[in-house]
């Protein structure tokens, strides 16, 4: 059966309370809540307490009614603390629960605890039971704490990584539409041109003009080369045809720039990829040649592809000096720092390892379901 009983005091220091604190007390013994309430207003805590001693009586208030704490014996008729502790415990953020029993066995305290109750007293330290309430009020509430915050950095985290791949996708997305109008607006105006130019050459006289038709046409040349250079590093059409056939023309193009000897292998000759996981593999080979370029000193380069076993997995390994102490720890470095961003887009993690004197490896890894678990490995970040 039900029975409430409240009575006001003003409240302790550690905890100040707006309305009386709710305490369910689960106890048969009429001598012992009555202890137990004098105990909480002699120690200054302005309660209301409602007390049950059947266990149906205790499902019964816990759906009723809301509760600030618990406070439980742990012998009862029909039932043990530990049957309320489970109906208890079943329920979303539930209040602390505190046992006050008398001598129950050490071993059994310790189960108990071990089983998540929140303290446990012996009727014989009463007067403790204030200091025992409000420590439990406050552990808890410092876990209720710890819970929003992780559930709103949980939030925040998923808004940045929305956001991320939002601008990742803009950015791929205006990246092609800037390379196809400088290959098909200002890549055909200079063609033409050029025609016009190479004309001019021809059927000129000999003397200043055709000499400075020549000096055009050198630079017209080096503006086509240049518009080239950019449509490709924007949104090479080789990608077009394949993530190897893509990755095989970036390393030939970087080892014709640098002079070093770059190795591609795959583990077949095409291979049937999405688009996006595509663009973030490339770009992944593309940063890591980048940064391999200017500060590894290699000699050698290798790429390894593999879509074995559901993952893509791709390997840009040198042998060059390898990464700094400090290098990790930039606070401006966003090269390989921005393709851990882009490989979480796709499901996808980086791994980078490196070792002074021995090289660097940077390894991206995507699930080719587009759902796979990203185990928490974190990328190594590089100025690029």
Same mark, same amino acid.
């Given at each position: 059966?039900?029975?409430? !009983? ?20 689960? =106890? ?41 704490? +618990? ?54 330290? +009463? ?11 406050? !552990?808890? &509430? ?25 601008? *990742? ?11 196809? =109008? +400088? ?19 021809? /059927? ?94 290699? *000699? ?8 074995? &076993? ?10 060059? !000096? ?53 185990? /928490? ?8």
């Amino acid at each position: 059966m039900f029975q409430n !009983v409240s009575h006001d005091s003003a409240p302790v220091d550690a905890r100040p309370l707006q309305r009386p604190l709710r305490i369910l007390h689960i =106890e048969d013994s009429a001598a012992d809540q009555a202890l137990a309430r004098l105990s909480l207003l002699r120690g200054g805590l302005n309660c209301e307490v409602t007390v049950v001693d059947v266990l149906n009586d205790v499902a019964q208030a816990l759906d009723t009614q809301t509760f600030d704490l +618990i406070l439980a014996d742990y012998h009862l008729p029909g039932f043990t603390a530990l049957h309320a502790w489970e109906m208890v415990r079943s329920r979303p953020d539930h209040p602390p629960f505190v046992l006050l029993s008398g001598a129950i066995g050490e071993s059994a305290a310790v189960g108990v605890m071990r089983e998540g109750i929140s303290d446990y007293l012996l009727k014989d330290h +009463i007067t403790r039971l204030p200091h025992v309430v409000s420590h439990a009020l406050e !552990v808890h &509430e410092a876990r209720r704490a710890r819970q929003r915050a992780a559930a709103e950095l949980a939030a925040s985290e998923r808004r940045l990584a929305e956001l991320t791949e939002h601008l *990742q996708t803009s950015t791929e997305r205006e990246r092609a539409d800037i390379a196809r =109008e +400088i290959h098909d607006d200002i890549g055909g105006s200079l063609t033409s041109v050029k025609f016009d130019l190479a004309w001019i050459m021809r /059927n000129a006289p000999e003397g200043p003009l055709r000499e400075h038709a020549q000096s055009a046409l050198e630079m017209l040349e080096h503006a086509l080369g240049a518009s080239q250079r950019i449509m490709m590093n924007l949104r090479p059409p080789v990608l077009d045809q394949g993530l190897v056939a893509a990755v095989q023309w970036l390393a030939e193009n970087f080892e014709r720039r640098t002079g070093v000897r770059t190795r591609v292998r795959s583990s077949r000759e095409s291979m049937d990829i999405a688009p996006e996981i595509q663009v973030v593999a490339y770009r992944t080979a593309q940063e890591a040649l980048t940064n391999v370029g200017k500060y590894a000193q290699a *000699q050698h380069v290798d790429i390894d592809l593999s879509d074995h &076993e559901g993952f893509l997995t791709l390997e840009v390994k040198d042998d060059g !000096v390898g990464l700094a102490p400090h290098a990790r720890d930039k606070p401006r470095s966003f090269g390989l720092r921005g393709l851990g961003e882009r490989a979480r887009t796709v499901h996808g993690w980086l791994d980078v390892s490196s070792q002074a004197g021995r090289g660097t490896s940077v390894i991206v890894s995507i699930p080719l379901s587009g759902n796979g678990a990203c185990p /928490n490995i974190p990328g190594i970040d590089e100025e690029s």
